[in-house]
C-alpha cells in the first residue's frame, strides 16, 4: 500500500486558516476521529501529523457547514455510528441514493420491503458504488451483503475497511478493523478496499440534505 | 421495574442491579454493575463492576472496578476508578484516581487527581496537585498549582497557569509549577511551567518558566525571570 501523505499540524493550521482552539474543540467533539492524529518524533521532538487528504477534506467540510449545524450535530454526521432514520423505498429513488437495479437486487436477495434503515442503506449504498465502478459482479455482491449483516454490528462504532480479495475467479469478501496492514498471497489480488465510515459520512450526507 | 434503595450501614456485602438510593456507611462491596438514581458513600465502598448514576457523592473511600458514567460526582474522599468517567461536572476535593480517560464538561480538582488516560472538558480548573498521562483538552483550562502538576499534553483555547498564595519560604522548600511536553492554544499565560514546546496565538510567558521553543502567531511577552530558549513568530 502506498504511504499516505501526511500533514503537519502547523502546516494545517497555517493552510486552514483555524486555531488551536478550534482544533482542539473539533477534536474533543470528536468531529475529528482520535486516529487521524499521528504521532511521530521529529527533530524537535514529538510532533503530530495528519492524513493530509482526509483532514484538509473534513476541516473544507465542517467550516462550510459550521454555520447550519451545532457542533453537536455535525459529530453526529461524522461518527461512524448508524444514523437512526429510515427511508422508504420510494425516496430512495427519488433522491437517487442508490441505482434502481440494485435496489431491485437488494429485494430479491432479502425480500420485498418498502422501509431501510441505516444499516440497509448503507449495505445498498456501497453495492451499488461498486456495482458502478464495475469491480465487482451481481454475483459477488451477495457476499457484501451476507457479512455486513452479520458482523457490520460487531465493530459498534469504530471504523472498518471493506475488503474484496479475488484468486483465480473466486471472490471473497472482508470485514476488518481499519488502520491495519493487510498482505495476500501472489496470485490473489485486492480488487477492492473500501474505509466504512466514509460511505456512512457521505450517506448521512446525502440523507440529511434531502 | 421498580427501584429500590441499597443501605449498607455495618458491613455487608450486595449485588448490582437497578437501584433508587445506594448508600454505604460501613464497609460494603457491591458485586456487579449497578445503575442508580443517588449514590452516596460515606465509609469504605468497593463496587465490581460498572457504576451508572444520576448523582455520586464520595466521602468516604471509594474504589470502582469499572467505569463511572454520571451527572455529578463529588469526591471529598477518594475514588479510584478503574475505566474512564463520563460525567457532566466533575468536582473533587479529595484525591482521585482514574485509571482511563476522563470525560466531563467541567472538571474541578481542588485536591489531587491522577488520570492514566487523557481529560476532555470544557471547562478545567485546577488547584491541588494532578497528573494527566495523556493530553489535557478543555475549552479554558486554569490551572493554580499547589504541588506538581503534569500532563502530556494539553491544548485548549485559553490556558492560564497561575502561582497563587503560595509564601516564599514554601517556594524555596517545595516544588511547585506544571511540566508539560506541549502547550497549544490560542491564549496562553504562563508562570512556573516547564515545556518542551508553547504554541498560540498569543503568548505570554510568566515568571519561573523553563521553555524550549516558542512559537506564536500575534503576540510574544516574556518575563524577564523566564528561560525561554527560543521563541519565533509564524
Known amino acids: 500500500m502506498v504511504e499516505e501523505e501526511l500533514i503537519s499540524k502547523k502546516e494545517l493550521l497555517e493552510r486552514t486558516g483555524i486555531s488551536y482552539g478550534q ?58 455510528n448508524p444514523a437512526a432514520i429510515t427511508l422508504h423505498k420510494d425516496e430512495i429513488i427519488k433522491r437517487n441514493i442508490v441505482s434502481e437495479m440494485s435496489l431491485q437486487f437488494y429485494m430479491e436477495q432479502k425480500g420485498e420491503r418498502h422501509t431501510f434503515s441505516f444499516t440497509e442503506l448503507l449495505q445498498l449504498y456501497i453495492l451499488d458504488q461498486l456495482l458502478q465502478t464495475g469491480e465487482i459482479s451481481l454475483e459477488e455482491g451477495k457476499s457484501v451483503f451476507d457479512v455486513f449483516e452479520k458482523y457490520y454490528a460487531a465493530f459498534q462504532g469504530r471504523s472498518c475497511e471493506l475488503l474484496f480479495l479475488r484468486k483465480m475467479g473466486v471472490a471473497i469478501c472482508l470485514l476488518v478493523a481499519s488502520g491495519n496492514d493487510v498482505y495476500v498471497e501472489e496470485k490473489a489480488k485486492i480488487i477492492v478496499r473500501l474505509h466504512v465510515p466514509t460511505y456512512v459520512e457521505q450517506l448521512k450526507l446525502m440523507m440529511s440534505e434531502g | 421495574m421498580e427501584r429500590k434503595d441499597l443501605v449498607i450501614s455495618g458491613a455487608g456485602s450486595a449485588s448490582g442491579g437497578l437501584y433508587n438510593l445506594v448508600k454505604i456507611s460501613g464497609t460494603g462491596k457491591v458485586h456487579g454493575d449497578i445503575d442508580c438514581n443517588d449514590m452516596a458513600i460515606h465509609g469504605t465502598a468497593t463496587m465490581e ?15 470502582v472496578t469499572g467505569s463511572l458514567k454520571t451527572e455529578h460526582v ?20 479529595g484525591s482521585a484516581n482514574v485509571d482511563g480517560n476522563l470525560s466531563a464538561d467541567e ?79 490560542d491564549e496562553i499565560y504562563l508562570e512556573y511551567t516547564s515545556a518542551k514546546a508553547v504554541r498560540g496565538n498569543r503568548v505570554t510567558i510568566g515568571p519561573g518558566c523553563d521553555i524550549e521553543v516558542v512559537e506564536y502567531q500575534g503576540e510574544f511577552q516574556c518575563d524577564p525571570g523566564a528561560k525561554v530558549g527560543t521563541y519565533k513568530k509564524v
Not at chain 2, 504541588?147 to 498564595?165: D, M, N, T, W
Open chain 2, 74 to 93: 463529588k469526591i471529598s474522599g477518594s475514588a479510584q476508578i478503574g475505566a474512564g468517567v463520563q460525567c457532566k461536572q466533575f468536582d473533587c476535593h
Open chain 2, 107 to 185: 472538571v474541578h480538582i481542588h485536591g489531587e487527581a491522577a488520570i492514566k488516560g487523557g481529560c476532555d472538558a470544557e471547562q478545567f480548573k485546577a488547584r491541588g496537585e494532578f497528573s494527566i498521562g495523556g493530553l489535557l483538552n478543555a475549552e479554558t483550562i486554569q490551572i493554580k498549582p499547589f504541588g506538581h502538576c503534569q500532563a502530556k499534553e494539553i491544548g485548549g483555547e485559553r490556558i492560564e497557569v497561575k502561582l497563587q498564595g503560595i509564601t516564599f519560604l514554601k517556594k524555596l522548600l517545595f516544588h511547585f509549577g506544571l511540566t508539560a511536553e506541549s502547550i497549544e492554544g
Open chain 1, 23 to 80: 482544533l482542539y474543540r473539533w477534536k474533543r467533539k470528536k468531529l475529528i476521529p482520535e486516529e487521524w492524529f499521528i504521532r511521530k518524533s521529529t527533530f524537535t521532538g514529538q510532533e503530530t501529523f495528519f492524513p493530509k487528504e482526509k483532514i484538509l477534506a473534513r476541516i473544507e467540510k465542517i467550516k462550510q457547514m459550521k454555520d447550519d449545524l451545532s457542533l453537536d450535530e455535525l459529530a453526529n454526521m461524522f461518527s461512524p
Open chain 2, 49 to 63: 463492576g460498572n457504576v451508572k448514576a444520576k448523582a455520586v457523592h464520595i466521602s468516604g473511600k471509594a474504589r
